[in-house]
């Protein structure tokens, strides 16, 4: 099992920045990727950005130059800087994890609200 623990969202200005963070701990090991997805209300889920352990990252169009994912492979954690930030942001951020050989998991997510 794997546990995903967020935090970091919030209530931002437009224009405004928020860190996320994500602490995964449990049965981590080998490769995997970890990343962040968000879900807007009446609108699916949608990958914001992806990086493997090997630092390979991957983005959503809508976040490319505004959003940066990071990670620290010795404490299991991922970051997602989000600077820029629109009020289309808004949107409860979910914590992935995908180990590659099991099934994925997810964090129980995080409101992040760009409103003036």
């Known amino acids: 099992q794997v546990q995903l623990v967020e935090s970091g969202g919030g209530l931002v200005q437009p224009g405004g920045s928020l860190r996320l963070s994500c602490a995964a701990s449990g049965s981590i090991f080998g490769t995997n990727a970890m990343g962040w997805y968000r879900q807007a209300p009446g609108k699916q889920r949608e990958l914001v950005a992806v990086i493997t352990t090997g630092g390979r990252t991957n983005y959503a169009d809508s976040v490319k130059g505004r959003f940066t994912i990071s990670r620290d492979n010795a404490k299991n954690t991922v970051f997602l800087q989000m600077n820029s930030l629109k009020p289309e942001d808004t949107a409860v951020y979910y914590c992935?994890?995908?180990?590659?050989?099991?099934?994925?998991?997810w964090g129980q997510g995080t409101q992040v609200t760009v409103s003036s």
């Open positions: 992935h994890y995908n180990p590659y050989s099991r099934a994925p998991y």
